[in-house]
């Protein structure tokens, strides 16, 4: 029997897809759902959420599949879905609203709006009926439907109020001014270091986020602290990377991780995989690794890499963005549970493992008989008797205890690895949500163009000049505007101001990678795209959203550096780099008004923000440039480069004035003035746009650049 379709069925998001079939007569966001509230004089049941969320799985199994709970929606609503990745903009909103009236907030979001859009109630998950002293999502609906026909008015005054009262909140404009101060990086050092686990590496206690926004502020703490607190901030930064790399949120057959950890020691982890995450960390562990050279930390970032490249890449080049925490339980077993496809049982591995394999596997890996996940870090049960691999003891450690060589440890991990990832690789996979997002492609971009300068790996450098040309080709109108997502062919909307932000900062990545002048004429031409699309002209911030789509009431700011960091601290970052490169006050002065209108935040909280702490950091310190005048294929002109991105200076400009072909672009007035000695790669170190006097001698270049450091 063909099935009844609902009006999602030629959406492009996979989490609209994945409910085209509910019996919810469903509508995507857009003028005939509002069309029809209206028009029938109904409020409009609004659900938010995205194709790899396990609560969203679940309310749409318990509710949407229910023919009793889809005739009251269809009779008493009308019912609009949204992903909240292809619109955050229509999330952060209705957000907004949940937080402030529930004071917390979560997908699936269930939101009731009037038929213009304003929110009067809302929550998150519902179960379908009354359970656990919680309201069931049947009764709560009964109770909207009775409460519209006897009391329209008080609904929809209700609404009203609501909405003018989100709205004072977000119109506080600041009258700061920019303070040349470094007072609320020291405060949001002593923050992060009482909250600090010296332990278990991270922040507080259970469950526990990655957040490397945290990670990049403690990284520039350190390098500008020369001795003051700057071990310490060192130290946090790696234990945390080091017990992640060691823990179960990191998948160490597959490579990548997972998006959290239910408990404090990063061993049971949320098992969604997202590509924002995969970007941002293997950035952090290259971080780790150039200040340290300790290759632990490259070999995790490649082993990130080694994931995306292999699960997460369209073959045109563009990133998917993640990959489902649950999967069917085998080819058999349909149901779905989460984590089946990561887990294992420690017979399984005895049947595929030689035993001496097999023990060497289970003794770094705390494989046990009975299963390896303590029971208060699993309250369902649904990891009893299961494994989740976690990295117990070292090489070294496993060499001792077995009465091996370190070499034969190696040896034997490396073979069960392999047979095992073999295995696994069979197992029924995880739904890949596999819609290309512009910001998130930015952040991927950025960390393939970063290892590429790090590591000197051609084939990170190709990765990230093939994702910017998808972008470019796949994600821009006819305007030349960015466009928020692509999947099979681009979607309808535009760009939001994280996709201009991501994305210009990609660019910047791939300058200082490539040295190619397109990527700053692009990052520039972006940039002014971006202020005429979102610009905030009253305070210097940017909107997320533009003013174009009629049925979002509010145009909403992101102040919060969480999983992702803000639009307006990369923007901030991006204009600073900017104005640095060309040599332009008014960009340095607006990044300077997003630093001024961050100032309350800034002040009473610092923690939220650790990306904005990023850019007052690089504002605080004089303008530095490193130029190289030379042959941008030549093997000395590379070998200068190299010694000069060779350490962790993340103050530091590099320009790179190619003498084998004329200079052409927004470059050009700015690298006029430098000229090579004796048509040898040639070296300017400048401060305040004040240069030292030039050198070709690579231990001058050492030498000069060391002293800055000191």
């Not at 909140?169 to 470094?182: C, G, P, Q, R, V």
């Not at 303590?374 to 989740?388: A, C, L, Q, V």
Request: proline share 5%; glycine share 6%; charged share 25%.
């Amino acid at each position: 029997q063909a099935q009844t379709l609902n009006h999602l069925a030629h959406e492009k998001s996979p989490y609209l897809l994945q409910h085209k079939t509910n019996p919810v007569d469903w509508y995507p966001w857009g003028a005939e759902a509002f069309e029809k509230a209206r028009k029938e004089n109904k409020p409009i049941f609004l659900s938010i959420g995205y194709s790899t969320c396990h609560w969203c799985h679940v309310m749409a199994h318990e509710s949407f599949e229910n023919p009793d709970i889809a005739k009251i929606l269809n009779d008493s609503f009308v019912s609009i879905k949204v992903d909240r990745e292809e619109r955050p903009d229509v999330d952060r909103v209705y957000m907004a609203f949940v937080q402030a009236t529930t004071g917390s907030g979560g997908w699936p979001m269930s939101v009731w709006l009037t038929p213009d859009g304003k929110p009067f109630l809302g929550g998150t998950y519902f179960p379908p009926e009354d359970r656990y002293g919680r309201a069931g999502f049947k009764s709560v609906l009964h109770r909207i439907a009775g409460t519209w026909k006897e009391d329209q008015k008080g609904i929809l005054d209700q609404g009203t109020h609501v909405l003018a009262a989100l709205r004072e909140s977000l119109e506080k404009s600041s009258d700061e001014t920019f303070k040349k101060s470094a007072d609320p990086l020291n405060t949001a050092f002593a923050q992060l270091a009482g909250n600090f686990d010296q332990k278990n590496g991270g922040f507080g206690g259970s469950p526990k986020f990655p957040r490397p926004v945290v990670l990049n502020f403690l990284f520039r703490y350190y390098a500008d602290q020369k001795g003051k607190h700057s071990d310490e901030a060192l130290q946090m930064a790696l234990t945390t990377l080091k017990k992640m790399a060691a823990g179960g949120m990191h998948d160490h057959l597959g490579g990548g991780f997972h998006r959290y950890s239910v408990d404090a020691i990063w061993h049971v982890p949320h098992f969604e995989k997202m590509l924002y995450d995969q970007a941002q960390l293997a950035s952090s562990y290259l971080d780790a690794f150039q200040i340290t050279h300790d290759p632990q930390y490259a070999e995790t970032a490649r082993s990130i890499f080694s994931y995306v490249l292999r699960d997460m890449t369209h073959a045109d080049g563009g990133f998917y963005s993640a990959e489902d925490a649950d999967s069917a339980i085998s080819a058999e077993n349909h149901e779905h549970a989460e984590g089946a496809f990561y887990v294992w049982d420690e017979k399984e591995i005895q049947s595929l493992l030689k035993p001496e394999t097999a023990g060497v596997f289970n003794y770094i890996y705390g494989v046990k008989p009975h299963g390896n996940v303590m029971p208060d870090s699993d309250p369902h049960g649904e990891f009893t008797g299961k494994n989740i691999l976690i990295q117990r003891h070292s090489i070294a450690e496993a060499g001792k205890a077995l009465k091996m060589s370190e070499e034969e440890v190696t040896r034997a991990l490396a073979q069960s690895k392999e047979t095992l990832f073999s295995v696994r690789d069979k197992r029924p996979r995880p739904h890949r949500d596999d819609k290309i997002l512009t910001a998130w492609n930015g952040l991927m971009i950025s960390a393939f163009a970063k290892a590429y300068r790090i590591l000197g790996d051609e084939q990170y450098r190709d990765t990230a000049l093939k994702a910017a040309d998808f972008v470019l080709k796949n994600l821009r109108d006819k305007n030349g505007h960015l466009l928020r997502t692509w999947r099979d062919s681009p979607g309808t909307i535009g760009g939001f101001a994280e996709d201009y932000a991501f994305f210009i900062q990609a660019s910047l990545d791939l300058y200082e990678a490539t040295f190619d002048p397109r990527w700053m004429d692009l990052a520039f031409s972006l940039q002014e795209q971006q202020d005429a699309l979102f610009l905030d002209t009253k305070d210097g911030t940017y909107f997320s959203n533009t003013a174009n789509d009629p049925f979002v009431i509010l145009r909403m700011k992101e102040d919060y550096d969480g999983a992702e960091p803000s639009a307006n601290s990369i923007s901030a970052m991006n204009l600073l780099r900017l104005g640095r490169i060309l040599h332009r006050d008014t960009l340095e002065e607006h990044a300077q008004k997003i630093l001024a209108a961050a100032t309350p935040l800034l002040t009473s909280g610092p923690t939220a923000i650790p990306q904005m702490l990023c850019a007052l950091d690089f504002a605080l310190h004089a303008p530095e440039q490193a130029v190289i005048v030379g042959d941008r294929s030549a093997q000395d002109t590379q070998q200068m480069l190299k010694t000069v991105q060779a350490d962790y200076l993340p103050n530091l400009v590099v320009l790179l004035k190619n003498t084998a072909k004329p200079q052409e672009g927004i470059l050009t007035k700015e690298l006029e003035p430098f000229t090579s000695t004796e048509g040898k790669p040639t070296f300017y170190l400048c401060e305040n746009f004040t240069c030292q006097a030039p050198t070709t001698e690579i231990k001058e270049v050492i030498a000069a650049l060391k002293k800055r450091k000191q």
